[in-house]
Each structure stands twice: as structure tokens, then as C-alpha cells.
T-cell receptor, first 111, second 111 residues
Framework: DTGVTQSPTHLIKTRGQQVTLRCSPISGHKSVSWYQQVLGQGPQFIFQYYEKEERGRGNFPDRFSARQFPNYSSELNVNALLLGDSALYLC??????????FGPGTRLTVL | GQNIDQPTEMTATEGAIVQINCTYQTSGFNGLFWYQQHAGEAPTFLSYNVLDGLEEKGRFSSFLSRSKGYSYLLLKELQMKDSASYLCAVRDEDYGQNFVFGPGTRLSVLP
């Protein structure tokens, strides 16, 4: 049984660039959530998508956007990268409103 | 607003028992979760409480008091592999049933 997968594993960008992170949920799960985890802190909620519609949004600027595809995979886009965007980006899937299962994350470094 | 508090660091000895406390203030409480996160890895689910009381799961137990906004995670018969960060998270209806995470407690188990 395949868990949540994310790509890429690591990414290095420079300030001002744009980045796209990808997530594939567990088979049968229709909900995908994105979290940002800065080193030494707990994850911070960014977005949730369920059945391709945005169900929740955290306190992040409009530079952050996301979408969900018909196969329930998801992309997180971040524009105009800042140094402070350096973090581990976690994707979590769930069948609905229950327990969330986390992927391995994408570590983004902004130079 | 939402606020979750945990001790930053704890140290315990192999074979001992340790209790990690979590206090929370959220407007749309709908369950409390504990996750374990080893360095550089994704969080993995440990336990879930939605009603007051104790939930036991092998060496791990979790307690919840909704009236006090308080939970703890109890780890028994500590092993070296239990060295990790432990994240307290509240599922919040005001965030589309997504999780508000605490800062995490870094536990070091010493021989």
C-alpha cells in the first residue's frame, strides 16, 4: 500500500523565483492538506482541498496558492520566494475529516 | 485565536516513564492528536482523543480534559528510539477540520 508521496525531496531556489511542489495522496483519499514547518517549530496549516475545492486556508500571503486535480493529487505554488519561505513543506491526506497521514515532505531552501 | 503550548525540551532515561503536557486554546475544538516526528522525517500518528479520559495504546497513552484545555502523552518503558519530537495538534472546525500544531517537544532518551 503506497503512502503519501511528495516531489521533489529537496529543492534550492533563489529569492524572487517561483516553485511548484507536488503531492499524491493515499489511494482512496480525497482530501489533501499542505503545511509549512520551519526548523524547530510545529507545522503551520496552509491549505486544504477536498474534492478539488478549497476547504480551508491558513494565515499565509497570496504568494501561496494550490490546486487539486481530478485524480486528487495536488500542487502547491509559491511565487516571489523570500528567505523566510525556507522550510519543510508537508502534504497530508485523509479520507475526509479524520486522521491525517503525512508524506515525507519537500525541503525547500531559498538563497 | 488558537494557541497550543508544550515544553520545548525534555530528557529521560531508558526504561523510565515520561509525561509530555499540552495546553490549548482553540475556538472550534474537534479532537486532539499526538504525532511523533524523528529528525528530518514526516510526523507519524500516535494517538487521538475527542472525549475526556485516557486512551491506551501499548507503551503510549494519551489523556484529555476538554474543560481544562489540557492533554498529556505518557510514554512507558522508554527506548532509545523514542528520542524524537512529539507534536500536540488540535483539529479545529474553524480551519476546515485541519490541524493546529503546537511547537513540539523534543525528547532525548539517555542510556
Amino acid at each position: 500500500d503506497t503512502g503519501v508521496t511528495q516531489s521533489p525531496t529537496h529543492l534550492i531556489k533563489t529569492r524572487g523565483q517561483q516553485v511548484t511542489l507536488r503531492c499524491s495522496p493515499i489511494s482512496g483519499h480525497k482530501s489533501v492538506s499542505w503545511y509549512q514547518q520551519v526548523l524547530g517549530q510545529g507545522p503551520q496549516f496552509i491549505f486544504q482541498y477536498y474534492e478539488k475545492e478549497e476547504r480551508g486556508r491558513g494565515n499565509f500571503p497570496d504568494r501561496f496558492s494550490a490546486r487539486q486535480f481530478p485524480n486528487y493529487s495536488s500542487e502547491l505554488n509559491v511565487n516571489a520566494l523570500l528567505l523566510g519561505d525556507s522550510a519543510l513543506y508537508l502534504c497530508a491526506s485523509s479520507p475526509g475529516a479524520g486522521e491525517q497521514f503525512f508524506g515525507p515532505g519537500t525541503r525547500l531552501t531559498v538563497l | 485565536g488558537q494557541n497550543i503550548d508544550q515544553p520545548t525540551e525534555m530528557t529521560a532515561t531508558e526504561g523510565a516513564i515520561v509525561q509530555i503536557n499540552c495546553t490549548y486554546q482553540t475556538s472550534g475544538f474537534n479532537g486532539l492528536f499526538w504525532y511523533q516526528q524523528h529528525a528530518g522525517e514526516a510526523p507519524t500518528f500516535l494517538s487521538y482523543n475527542v472525549l475526556d479520559g485516557l486512551e491506551e495504546k501499548g507503551r503510549f497513552s494519551s489523556f484529555l480534559s476538554r474543560s481544562k484545555g489540557y492533554s498529556y502523552l505518557l510514554l512507558k518503558e522508554l527506548q532509545m528510539k523514542d528520542s524524537a519530537s512529539y507534536l500536540c495538534a488540535v483539529r479545529d472546525e474553524d480551519y476546515g477540520q485541519n490541524f493546529v500544531f503546537g511547537p513540539g517537544t523534543r525528547l532525548s532518551v539517555l542510556p
